[in-house]
């Protein structure tokens, strides 16, 4: 069977809507007739049609609808949120046929929509390159059956293993990596929904946190200040960037970019942060340090994944990057540098 072929072009599809669709998942779908893809589409922003919807759309003769079979990556939706069901849709148009590459983790689908396919006399088949449904969408699983954000751990670190040297006066900030890599990282920040750093990275850089180096929207702005040292003058505090900082101090001024969250810091500072950050409906955050904010987060065994770039620099003595276990995915050169990706085994 060529199942694999087809779901594997509605991967491709989906991947188009990366960064655009949160709350929702990224979906692609095609429809074939006898061999041929007559249609496909993908899920490109929340509140927009679905990837189902824009598949069938796209075939310009629907009579051969009823003859036809549909993929899609992740089950077809069967409630009403901002757009009708899509489970609807397929029953209405009288597709025989639905390949599904997985079933969707949220509690409002959950199977309820291939439920619905069956008991309308359509042939549902599931499970094709599941592993890889699920991988493309982890941050969309990770946020549903963890009850968290899919977390990714981002430093950049000198040949001998140090993230800035023991004095850098003379550079603000202190920059480890080439500029091709600064720019990738500016688009995996379009990527994801948040960005997290600690007080002392603001004090010590005043970082824009922003994707100013890539096309697309700008991340949400995690920001530690327990004390309350980070003062109205850090660019954190600027501009239209949406930004949450967290703190025990008693904030009493507010805007609609800036927002206090009260916590009380210590050892499981970690978890309630993704409480916290699962509440804002956030499904996926950068954390890009300091140490002390990036090493609470590996003793905790709370990450998903760790971007580490190694410039071609020799530091010598200053701030020792983090260690941590896992599985390297990645292994690639950025020009002089070398980009790792790690994979927790968790």
Same mark, same amino acid.
């Given at each position: 069977?060529?199942?694999?072929?087809?779901?594997?072009?509605?991967?491709?599809?989906?991947?188009?809507?990366?960064?655009?669709?949160?709350?929702?998942?990224?979906?692609?779908?095609?429809?074939?007739?006898?061999?041929?893809?007559?249609?496909?589409?993908?899920?490109?922003?929340?509140?927009?049609?679905?990837?189902?919807?824009?598949?069938?759309?796209?075939?310009?003769?629907?009579?051969?609808?009823?003859?036809?079979?549909?993929?899609?990556?992740?089950?077809?939706?069967?409630?009403?949120?901002?757009?009708?069901?899509?489970?609807?849709?397929?029953?209405?148009?009288?597709?025989?046929?639905?390949?599904?590459?997985?079933?969707?983790?949220? #509690?409002? &689908?959950?199977? *309820? =929509?291939?439920? /619905?396919?069956?008991?309308?006399?359509?042939?549902?088949?599931?499970?094709?390159? +599941?592993?890889?449904?699920?991988?493309?969408?982890?941050?969309?699983?990770?946020?549903?059956?963890?009850?968290?954000?899919?977390?990714?751990?981002?430093?950049?670190?000198?040949?001998?293993?140090?993230?800035?040297?023991?004095?850098?006066?003379?550079?603000?900030?202190?920059?480890?990596?080439?500029?091709?890599?600064?720019?990738?990282?500016?688009?995996?920040?379009?990527?994801?929904?948040?960005?997290?750093?600690?007080?002392?990275?603001?004090?010590?850089?005043?970082?824009?946190?922003?994707?100013?180096?890539?096309?697309?929207?700008?991340?949400?702005?995690?920001?530690?200040?327990?004390?309350?040292?980070?003062?109205? #003058?850090? &660019?954190?505090? *600027? =501009?239209?960037? /949406?930004?949450?900082?967290?703190?025990?101090?008693?904030?009493?001024?507010?805007? +609609?970019?800036?927002?206090?969250?009260?916590?009380?810091?210590?050892?499981?500072?970690?978890?309630?942060?993704?409480?916290?950050?699962?509440?804002?409906?956030?499904?996926?955050?950068?954390?890009?340090?300091?140490?002390?904010?990036?090493?609470?987060?590996?003793?905790?065994?709370?990450?998903?994944?760790?971007?580490?770039?190694?410039?071609?620099?020799?530091?010598?003595?200053?701030?020792?990057?983090?260690?941590?276990?896992?599985?390297?995915?990645?292994?690639?050169?950025?020009?002089?540098?070398?980009?790792?990706?790690?994979?927790?085994?968790?």
């Amino acid at each position: 069977m060529c199942h694999e072929i087809y779901i594997q072009r509605c991967l491709e599809l989906a991947q188009n809507g990366l960064g655009s669709t949160y709350p929702n998942p990224m979906v692609g779908s095609v429809i074939v007739h006898r061999g041929k893809i007559i249609g496909e589409g993908w899920h490109q922003k929340a509140g927009e049609p679905h990837a189902e919807v824009n598949a069938i759309n796209s075939v310009k003769n629907k009579s051969l609808l009823t003859k036809s079979t549909i993929y899609v990556s992740l089950e077809p939706c069967s409630h009403f949120g901002k757009t009708p069901p899509c489970s609807d849709l397929i029953i209405q148009h009288k597709i025989p046929t639905v390949i599904v590459g997985t079933v969707d983790p949220n #509690d409002k &689908v959950a199977g *309820k =929509g291939i439920e /619905k396919l069956q008991k309308a006399g359509i042939k549902v088949k599931v499970g094709v390159l +599941e592993k890889e449904c699920r991988e493309l969408n982890k941050r969309f699983f990770t946020f549903h059956t963890k009850k968290r954000p899919y977390i990714i751990l981002k430093w950049a670190e000198s040949v001998d293993g140090f993230l800035s040297p023991l004095n850098k006066k003379e550079q603000k900030p202190f920059w480890v990596t080439n500029v091709y890599s600064r720019q990738l990282v500016h688009k995996w920040r379009t990527e994801e929904q948040a960005i997290l750093v600690g007080t002392k990275t603001v004090l010590d850089d005043n970082p824009q946190l922003n994707a100013r180096d890539w096309f697309g929207k700008n991340p949400i702005r995690i920001i530690l200040d327990r004390c309350g040292k980070i003062s109205e #003058d850090y &660019v954190v505090k *600027k =501009g239209n960037q /949406k930004t949450i900082i967290l703190t025990e101090q008693e904030i009493l001024t507010k805007d +609609e970019n800036c927002i206090y969250e009260n916590l009380i810091f210590g050892e499981q500072l970690p978890e309630k942060m993704s409480n916290l950050l699962y509440q804002y409906q956030i499904q996926s955050v950068i954390i890009e340090g300091g140490l002390q904010t990036l090493q609470s987060f590996i003793d905790n065994n709370l990450w998903d994944e760790a971007r580490i770039f190694k410039g071609n620099i020799i530091v010598h003595q200053g701030t020792k990057a983090p260690i941590l276990k896992g599985e390297i995915v990645v292994k690639q050169k950025s020009i002089n540098d070398e980009l790792i990706i790690i994979k927790s085994h968790d």
